[in-house]
């Protein structure tokens, strides 16, 4: 990577991280991009270089949080294993909690579009993952339905989560959602 490339990634990624600050003090509608300026120690230029305006920036957040979520996916791969279940669903309960973004956008008039263009992302993930993965149950169609299942589960469940403010430790949802899976979803995948 070159140092203009070099420069170009970390002020896009100030300008990110400030929005995500800025979107636990305030709406999102109420974020100017003055505001973000300020935060991120960008100029205004470097901050047009990047996005065309505010909303611009609030969707381009949508989209990290998601494929930081779809990283956390990758690197879990289904197994009668307890523990490495219970790890993944822990780690993404801990980004859930740390990323405040992801529970303002989740209880905001975004919330429906953001959880709309997650699911069409989950969903060309499951196409993926149910073509290039060996399935297991001979039936892609179906191992594809329990995957999308799996994701539906566990956004339902952080939704309510985030929707009582964390205050379950997520150790406790992190029981949940293994158990979900282990109980519920995984005996079918194996089918």
């Not at 339902?156 to 403010?165: C, I, P, Q």
Request: hydrophobic share 40%.
């Amino acid at each position: 990577m070159n140092e203009l490339d070099e420069r170009y990634t970390t002020s896009e990624e100030a300008i990110i991280d400030s929005f995500f600050i800025l979107s636990s003090e305030k709406e999102f509608e109420k974020i100017t991009v003055s505001d973000v300026v300020k935060k991120s120690g960008v100029v205004r230029s470097t901050f047009y270089n990047h996005y065309e305006n505010v909303p611009a920036l609030l969707s381009a957040a949508e989209d990290k949080t998601i494929e930081d979520i779809f990283q956390l996916m990758e690197s879990f791969h289904p197994k009668d294993d307890h523990q490495l279940c219970h790890s993944y669903f822990l780690a993404i309960c801990n980004y859930t909690k740390e990323n405040k973004f992801l529970a303002s956008v989740l209880h905001s008039p975004r919330g429906d579009r953001f959880l709309e263009k997650a699911m069409m992302m989950f969903h060309k993930y499951v196409a993926n993952v149910s073509q290039s993965e060996t399935v297991r149950t001979g039936n892609q169609q179906h191992f594809s339905y329990m995957i999308a299942a799996t994701i539906g589960s566990t956004l339902g469940v952080l939704h309510k989560w985030t929707a009582e403010a964390c205050e379950t430790p997520a150790e406790e949802i992190a029981d949940i959602l293994t158990t979900v899976f282990l109980n519920g979803v995984l005996p079918f995948m194996e089918n």
